[in-house]
């Protein structure tokens, strides 16, 4: 079975901290893909990232950057120096072969970053 | 140039009734999507259709028909709503197969009373 579980169910911050958001998952596949997204509270789906399973590098853009650890099947996303227009809810999100087309979303981490 | 599209953005309509929402996207991707959100913002797949094929289909009441004209659109109908089916629907594009990202509607907020 294919699962993602961001243990953190809200986050909140002071401006300019840094701020990790965890994400574990289940799968048997050897080969996946894994996604962050970000719902800030206008509503909408944004797309930030997609790593492939077969590629660890870690990524950075901007004050963002990412953490794939297939040894703990982890993707932990990490927002340096925090701003409030980072307030948002943030899912994290796998995909794989014996899901077919299915993408399975984590339930969401909420973070507030107050000024 | 939006990308993807759904209307109506908000939907208030009473217990029983039929309504319909509709998306397009104008990215030339195959496959598209149907996604609910509850109220706990837990997003959950309701359809998949790759080029006018449905390929993924949740357990959804079958009271939702998803219709797909052509590969850039995707519409949503639901027969008989129930106070349950209050949410935020959610369409999504993307290339084929489980590799690729997918690019997301604004939403129609469905509200049942």
């Known amino acids: 079975a294919q699962k993602v579980t961001q243990a953190q169910t809200e986050i909140s911050v002071v401006e300019k901290e840094d701020v990790t958001l965890d994400c574990v998952y289940e799968t048997r596949d050897t080969t996946y893909y894994l996604f962050w997204y970000k719902q800030p509270p206008s509503g909408e789906l944004v797309f930030l990232i997609r790593r492939n399973s077969f590629d660890e590098q870690n990524e950075i853009s901007g004050r963002y950057s990412w953490n794939f650890q297939k040894s703990t099947s982890s993707f932990n996303f990490t927002i340096t120096a925090s701003q409030v227009v980072d307030s948002a809810v943030y899912f994290c999100?796998?995909?794989?072969?014996?899901?077919?087309?299915?993408?399975?979303f984590g339930a969401g981490t909420r973070l507030f970053v107050k000024a | 140039d939006t990308a993807v599209s759904q209307t109506p953005k908000y939907l208030v309509t009473q217990m029983g009734n039929d309504k319909s929402i509709k998306c397009e996207q104008n990215?030339?991707?195959?496959?598209m999507y149907w996604y609910k959100q509850d109220s706990k913002k837990f997003l959950k797949i309701m359809f998949s259709y790759n080029n006018k094929e449905l390929i993924i289909n949740e357990t959804v009441p079958n009271r939702f028909s998803p219709k797909s004209p052509d590969k850039a659109h995707l519409n949503l109908h639901i027969n008989s709503l129930e106070l349950g089916d209050s949410a935020v629907y959610f369409c999504?594009?993307?290339?084929?197969?489980?590799?690729?990202?997918?690019?997301f509607g604004p939403g129609t907020r469905l509200t049942v009373t």
């Open positions: 990215l030339g991707h195959d496959t």
């Open positions: 999504a594009s993307s290339h084929p197969g489980n590799a690729y990202e997918q690019y």
């Open positions: 999100a796998l995909s794989s072969h014996t899901g077919g087309f299915k993408t399975i």
